[in-house]
C-alpha cells in the first residue's frame, strides 16, 4: 500500500473497503487502485496495471474499468 499511497490519495474512501492487497482477483485490484485516483487527476491505463502489479497489461485495465460495477 505504500507504493500507491506515494501516487495517490484516497478520493473515494468509502468506495472499497478491503485494501488492495486482499483482493480475490486482480480485476478487483484494478478497481481499488482506480477509487484512489483523486477527483480531476488522470492516470494511463499503463500506470494503473503497473500499480496492480500487472506491467504490461494495459488492456487488461481497460477491461476490467468495462466490467466495474456501477456506483
Do not use: Q
Not at 478491503?18 to 487502485?33: D, G, L, V, Y
Not at 487527476?41 to 468495462?66: C, I, M, Q, W
Amino acid at each position: 500500500m505504500t507504493r500507491l499511497a506515494r501516487h495517490f490519495t484516497p478520493a473515494n474512501s468509502d468506495a472499497f473497503s478491503m485494501p488492495a492487497e486482499t483482493a480475490k482477483s486482480p480485476m478487483e485490484k484494478i478497481w481499488f487502485i482506480v477509487a484512489m485516483v483523486p477527483k480531476g487527476r488522470v492516470s494511463s491505463y499503463g500506470k494503473l496495471a503497473d500499480l496492480a502489479g500487472l506491467p504490461g497489461r494495459a488492456r487488461y485495465v481497460s477491461k476490467a474499468l468495462k466490467m466495474a460495477p456501477e456506483h
